[in-house]
């Protein structure tokens, strides 16, 4: 190795370093120079999270090769603009108009927009559009809105037009917080660069940490081993050890996590979910050891080393493959198909016949793709034992409580050994709740007994995380004269890759969302779910919703153009209304459906009367359209659903909070905030956010609050902290009615911390589990209602779709910070719309980085974005709120779907609506040919008809 010593003018000042001229970047300089506001996304120079200036240009720093920068060139990054106690008017905007949610993006984000306003102080929004656009600044969070907001509001500020105090909300003036758009707590850290992530732990660790990296061969996704050889690894220069499973298995280690169900229907199944494969590769991201050495590049220099010989497996890289007859079974004795749930509701068995006489009916299949997360930051991972002998995982765990029950099964240890800690998080939108990787990166520790960071690069994380199960669905839809629906009917089967936990959860999800929220007084379905040799299914936001809304959703539109009524009037005339009971044979906890539509009716006017003026002036090259959708989601996980946090009173008469709301960029932080302010400030009034110190995510120290899933997070946290309030006070009142002081209290001997421990059963007794014969109940204390229309602009030449306009109505109880809940609204929908459009993870070879697995941009994202909270009052909920974050990822997609057929013909049934697939429908309908987008029935393992006689012959025992 051949070094050379640089200097470069960074921040102001000349800094001289010694580097390796042709391994290192920029970026690689800047972090080991401290600099670690620079963050590493992608490695690839595409998602923009590396962005500094270098010479007044906005650089891609990951992979601006140093040797390639002239001595003394100016760099700028974030740390240079400003810092928490002088934060730069971008950095503070950044942070007073929600830009800012898990934070990995936005040093980016600001680096890139401050070269913008030394170019252009008075940029319009569509110019700071289009400048991040041109920088490829990436953000999976936001939605861009708010983003574009800040720059807008630092533009004025530095212009003079505005102050630094204008666009603070002046909350000391507010008697009444909750609602407000109270700052996160762990923004402006964020914004300075100064919050660390994971990476950002890994590097500044003791210096004796060893560094790991997965040895993934990624060149089948079905085979049987025959060999694995690490000689050579072994030898490697700085190699502490190749672990294999062997290895683990000597130590004690399961080398499996838990095998768990949800539904009684669910086949017996072993635990399959093996860390490090020995016998079998199951699908293309698995492992089959762990390289240690005492440096990263070593680490991945012996990973490279481990050879593998195989022999090739038939390959089922979907449902419909995994389901045919001759199929064989990926993990033997175990049948591909392993839970079926049936849905009767009304004249169930009359369905196919009212179907077929009804005056109009339509039918239909379609599929949702394998929709990958796409979190700017990938996975990483720390373990040590820390200074009580737990051995301790520093990760992006969502479920900090669940996932040290699974990493304590896979390690064979106790769980009381085993402490998680959730870092800093870069998003994750569900897969973190997986503990694959958490797992690894402890059995490393425990098998070396040092402290160890686990490295996965970009192209590893893609392989190895799980994604949104993909569904094929089958459905028929049916209504009389009057537009009046009468019966539906459905047959869906669900590709849960190559692992089996959660998958029956996800199926009855669809039971649960298929035509919701309408009234369908007769009702026939069947969900499955199915082992294929692909990504494993995990959770993502909507869990199951969007699937059942792709069919759900289409068929609603389908039938209403059939019996020639408007979409909209035919939504209207078909919402549930008081009296009328949900799919699965229960009333919905509230009816605020028409009241949505009411909000929404003149916007619907607006965009179609816009859309058909468009159409009418133009020369029809661009056609434009309008779709609705229903959307909408329900909190909590039923009677089972517990929290606990604690609230503490401080010497100084503040307060400590305590809890595990892990935060993954929705506001964890916001949220646990707002609801001990309400909490506390129903006993002193003079409590402010300054008086509130956040404890979160680390299981030592925090109790138990549960997963950050389901939409429960704000409705299940502030059930316990007004009982951890009251519990606290209870104990600080005098018997005069006053308040002890910390003094007084330890004067007394009494505890100044207390917990507040809620259930969801101690409260209701009407949270039933959906039952295994006909799909009736149900198991939430909550719901939550969207309705979205999508304005739609087709190019009638190439098939590219954009989405120019975006409204949403939802009903999620009181707001508890409009901020926090209009970033969720804004992320779900960009989320969505990139379902809807290009999102996709199916070819294992190609979708290996954000931008092949088709991320959306800024400009795939419109600008112009509405959303209406209805504001009700949950009668059940923490100050009248319900949860919210699902709701947003649930139909919306459909609605884009639905206005790409209104503005071209073109229905497309299996998601992505890429701009081939339009374009081929265009040029079929001009030839007058059928839509090549409309795909015949699936086959999903067994006739529809016959399946369910079956399990009504059978009946489970309830």
């Known amino acids: 190795m051949k070094l050379s010593k640089k200097t470069l003018t960074i921040n102001g000042a000349d800094r001289t370093f010694v580097c390796d001229p042709d391994q290192d970047t920029l970026a690689s300089v800047l972090r080991r120079l401290g600099l670690t506001g620079t963050k590493v996304g992608c490695g690839t120079g595409v998602c923009g999270a590396c962005s500094v200036v270098l010479d007044d240009k906005v650089v891609r720093s990951c992979t601006r090769k140093i040797k390639g920068i002239k001595d003394f060139s100016k760099v700028v990054t974030i740390e240079g603009i400003g810092n928490p106690m002088n934060p730069h008017p971008l950095q503070y905007a950044f942070v007073h108009t929600a830009a800012i949610q898990c934070g990995f993006c936005s040093p980016g984000f600001i680096m890139?927009?401050?070269?913008?306003?030394?170019?252009?102080?008075?940029?319009?929004?569509?110019?700071?559009?289009?400048?991040?656009?041109?920088?490829?600044?990436?953000?999976?969070?936001?939605?861009?809105?708010?983003?574009?907001?800040?720059?807008?509001?630092?533009?004025?500020?530095?212009?003079?037009?505005?102050?630094?105090?204008?666009?603070?909300?002046?909350?000391?003036?507010?008697?009444?917080l909750y609602g407000k758009p109270l700052i996160r707590p762990n923004a402006l850290a964020k914004a300075c660069g100064v919050c660390d992530f994971g990476d950002d732990v890994a590097l500044k660790m003791p210096e004796e940490t060893l560094q790991a990296v997965l040895v993934m061969p990624r060149v089948t996704s079905h085979a049987?081993?025959?060999?694995?050889?690490?000689?050579?690894?072994?030898?490697?220069?700085?190699?502490?050890?190749?672990?294999?499973?062997?290895?683990?298995?000597?130590?004690?280690?399961?080398?499996?996590?838990?095998?768990?169900?949800?539904?009684?229907?669910?086949?017996?199944?072993?635990?399959?979910?093996?860390?490090?494969?020995?016998?079998?590769?199951?699908?293309?991201?698995?492992?089959?050891?762990?390289?240690?050495?005492?440096?990263?590049?070593?680490?991945?220099?012996?990973?490279?080393?481990?050879?593998?010989?195989?022999?090739?497996?038939?390959?089922?890289?979907?449902?419909?493959?995994?389901?045919?007859?001759?199929?064989?079974?990926?993990?033997?004795?175990?049948?591909?198909?392993?839970?079926?749930?049936?849905?009767?509701k009304g004249a169930a068995d009359?369905?196919?016949?009212?179907?077929?006489?009804?005056?109009?009916?339509?039918?239909?299949?379609?599929?949702?793709?394998?929709?990958?997360?796409?979190?700017?930051?990938?996975?990483?991972?720390?373990?040590?034992?820390?200074?009580?002998?737990?051995?301790?995982?520093?990760?992006?765990?969502?479920?900090?409580?669940?996932?040290?029950?699974?990493?304590?099964?896979?390690?064979?240890?106790?769980?009381?050994?085993?402490?998680?800690?959730?870092?800093?998080?870069?998003?994750?939108?569900?897969?973190?709740?997986?503990?694959?990787?958490?797992?690894?990166?402890?059995?490393?520790?425990?098998l070396t007994r040092m402290p160890v960071a686990l490295h996965i690069d970009y192209a590893q994380f893609i392989a190895l995380s799980g994604k949104r199960s993909p569904a094929y669905m089958n459905g028929r839809l049916a209504c009389d004269a009057e537009g009046k629906i009468l019966a539906g009917e459905f047959d869906a089967g669900m590709d849960h890759g190559a692992y089996h936990e959660m998958g029956d959860d996800k199926i009855i999800r669809m039971l649960r969302f298929i035509f919701y929220p309408y009234y369908v007084p007769n009702a026939l379905g069947l969900s499955r779910v199915a082992i294929t040799n692909h990504a494993f299914g995990t959770a993502y936001r909507g869990y199951g919703a969007p699937q059942a809304f792709t069919c759900g959703e289409a068929l609603i539109d389908m039938l209403a153009e059939k019996a020639g009524m408007d979409p909209f009037e035919f939504r209207y005339k078909n919402i549930a209304r008081p009296g009328q009971d949900n799919i699965n044979q229960v009333p919905f906890l509230e009816y605020p459906m028409e009241a949505m539509m009411d909000k929404m009716k003149p916007m619907y006017e607006e965009a179609k009367k816009k859309a058909e003026e468009f159409n009418a002036a133009t020369d029809g090259?661009?056609?434009?359209?309008?779709?609705?959708?229903?959307?909408?989601?329900?909190?909590?996980?039923?009677?089972?659903?517990?929290?606990?946090?604690?609230?503490?009173?401080?010497?100084?008469?503040?307060?400590?909070?305590?809890?595990?709301?892990?935060?993954?960029?929705?506001?964890?932080?916001?949220?646990?905030?707002?609801?001990?302010?309400?909490?506390?400030?129903?006993?002193?009034?003079?409590?402010?956010?300054?008086?509130?110190?956040?404890?979160?995510?680390?299981?030592?120290?925090?109790?138990?609050?549960?997963?950050?899933?389901?939409?429960?997070?704000?409705?299940?946290?502030?059930?316990?902290?007004?009982l951890a309030a009251k519990n606290l006070t209870d104990a600080m009142r005098k018997e005069d009615g006053t308040y002890r002081t910390y003094d007084e209290m330890a004067a007394e001997g009494i505890p100044t911390?207390?917990?507040?421990?809620?259930?969801?059963?101690?409260?209701?007794?009407?949270?039933?589990?959906?039952?295994?014969?006909?799909?009736?109940?149900?198991?939430?204390?909550?719901?939550?209602?969207?309705?979205?229309?999508?304005?739609?602009a087709v190019d009638m030449r190439t098939g590219k779709t954009t989405v120019e306009g975006f409204r949403c109505v939802d009903e999620v109880g009181k707001v508890g910070n409009v901020q926090s809940l209009d970033g969720q609204a804004y992320g779900g929908i960009s989320h969505s719309i990139g379902f809807a459009l290009s999102e996709d993870y199916e070819d294992v070879r190609k979708h290996t980085n954000m931008l092949a697995a088709g991320v959306p941009t800024i400009k795939d994202i419109p600008d112009d974005m509405t959303l209406i909270h209805m504001n009700g009052e949950n009668a059940r909920g923490p100050w009248g709120s319900s949860g919210c974050s699902e709701g947003f990822q649930s139909g919306n997609h459909v609605a884009v779907l639905n206005a790409i057929n209104h503005a071209c013909g073109v229905r497309i049934h299996e998601l992505p609506a890429t701009p081939e697939k339009v374009k081929a429908g265009i040029e079929a309908l001009a030839k007058g040919e059928p839509n090549p987008n409309v795909p015949e029935t699936y086959f999903l393992g067994s006739d529809f008809y016959d399946e369910l006689e079956a399990i009504k012959e059978k009946p489970m025992s309830l």
């Open 112 to 176: 890139s927009a401050y070269q913008l306003l030394k170019e252009n102080q008075a940029p319009s929004r569509e110019e700071v559009r289009d400048w991040f656009q041109k920088h490829r600044n990436i953000c999976r969070c936001t939605g861009y809105k708010q983003i574009v907001d800040g720059v807008m509001e630092a533009a004025a500020i530095l212009r003079g037009e505005k102050t630094l105090e204008d666009i603070r909300f002046k909350w000391e003036k507010e008697t009444d």
């Open 753 to 792: 911390k207390y917990n507040g421990d809620w259930t969801a059963a101690s409260e209701w007794d009407d949270l039933v589990e959906i039952e295994p014969n006909e799909g009736m109940g149900n198991p939430a204390y909550a719901y939550i209602y969207t309705l979205f229309l999508a304005e739609a």
């Open 350 to 446: 009359d369905v196919p016949k009212l179907i077929e006489e009804a005056a109009f009916s339509v039918e239909g299949s379609f599929y949702s793709s394998r929709e990958p997360h796409l979190s700017i930051e990938g996975d990483t991972v720390q373990s040590y034992y820390d200074e009580d002998g737990l051995l301790t995982v520093q990760c992006k765990s969502m479920t900090n409580y669940f996932d040290r029950d699974d990493i304590a099964e896979a390690l064979g240890e106790e769980i009381e050994n085993i402490r998680v800690v959730e870092n800093p998080t870069g998003g994750s939108f569900g897969w973190a709740m997986n503990a694959g990787s958490y797992a690894l990166c402890a059995m490393a520790a425990k």
């Open 621 to 722: 090259s661009v056609r434009k359209g309008v779709g609705l959708a229903w959307g909408g989601y329900t909190v909590g996980l039923g009677a089972v659903d517990e929290a606990s946090v604690a609230i503490e009173l401080r010497p100084d008469g503040k307060f400590t909070k305590y809890d595990t709301w892990q935060d993954q960029g929705q506001g964890g932080d916001a949220g646990s905030l707002i609801h001990t302010l309400q909490a506390l400030r129903q006993y002193f009034p003079q409590v402010t956010p300054e008086d509130i110190r956040l404890v979160q995510a680390d299981t030592k120290l925090c109790p138990n609050t549960g997963e950050s899933a389901g939409s429960r997070s704000h409705f299940a946290n502030g059930k316990a902290t007004i």
């Open 224 to 344: 049987n081993i025959i060999r694995i050889d690490t000689s050579e690894a072994e030898k490697a220069p700085g190699v502490v050890q190749i672990i294999t499973a062997k290895d683990v298995q000597k130590a004690g280690c399961k080398n499996a996590l838990m095998a768990y169900t949800f539904s009684p229907r669910t086949l017996p199944y072993d635990q399959v979910h093996k860390l490090i494969q020995d016998e079998k590769i199951i699908s293309w991201g698995n492992v089959i050891a762990i390289a240690v050495a005492d440096t990263k590049a070593r680490a991945q220099e012996a990973a490279e080393l481990v050879k593998m010989e195989y022999e090739q497996l038939p390959e089922y890289m979907n449902y419909l493959e995994a389901v045919l007859p001759d199929a064989m079974e990926i993990h033997p004795g175990m049948p591909n198909i392993y839970c079926q749930h049936p849905l009767r």
